[in-house]
Each structure stands twice: as C-alpha cells, then as structure tokens.
C-alpha cells in the first residue's frame, strides 16, 4: 500500500488549504483512514480521522475548522483546513489502517505572517 500525500504549503494565519492522499489501494475497504501532523519538538498527533462506518473524528484544537473528506471512486482523501492558525504548522500524513497502519511520506503546512 502506497500513500501520496499532496497539498502543503505556505498560507497566512485564516487561510485555506486542501490536502490530498492519493491511496494504490481500495480505501473502502479500510478499517480506517486518516490525517495526523507532527510540529517540530512535539509528537505525532491525530488531526481527524474516518472509520469504515463513515463516522468521522477531530482533535479539539481542529473542530469546526477543519473537514476530513474521502472519495472512494478516485481512492483519495482529503483534508480541508480552513481558517488556519500558526500552531498549524506541521508535516502532515495521511494513514491507512487494514491490519496494519501504513504512513504517507508527509506533506508540510506552514502558517505565517
């Protein structure tokens, strides 16, 4: 399983921007998917995440600014992060969990003035 994450950049604090994972497999079928980030100095740490269920899960701090979104025909998800704020910044990743987690390669995101 492959995972091509895809979207980061530079934006201003309340800016927007979408992330993409592109996934080699059926994300369907997958117990779970989805986006977590890691600052520099600090752990790796959930951001949102969606069940096979289709139920959907955020970190606090993202509630209500950011969407997670997928779209099985294309084998993608996405990250839609709105209104966004300089504790923002981080590398980004995707993951896929079917028995086994796999980890994109990770995307930066950078929040400043």
């Known amino acids: 399983v492959q995972l091509q994450a895809s979207g980061g950049g530079l934006v201003q604090p309340g800016g927007s921007l979408r992330l993409s994972c592109a996934a080699s497999?059926?994300?369907?079928?997958?117990?779970?998917v989805g986006w977590y980030r890691q600052a520099p100095g600090k752990q790796r740490e959930l951001v949102a995440s969606?069940?096979?269920?289709?139920?959907?899960k955020y970190a606090e701090s993202v509630e209500s600014r950011f969407t997670i979104s997928r779209d099985v025909a294309k084998n993608t998800l996405y990250l839609q992060m709105n209104n966004l704020k300089p504790e923002d910044t981080a590398v980004y990743y995707c993951?896929?969990?079917?028995?086994?987690?796999?980890w994109g390669q990770g995307t930066l995101v950078t929040v400043s003035s």
């Open positions: 993951n896929l969990v079917r028995g086994y987690t796999y």
């Open positions: 497999t059926n994300i369907f079928s997958a117990t779970a």
């Open positions: 969606i069940s096979a269920g289709r139920d959907t």
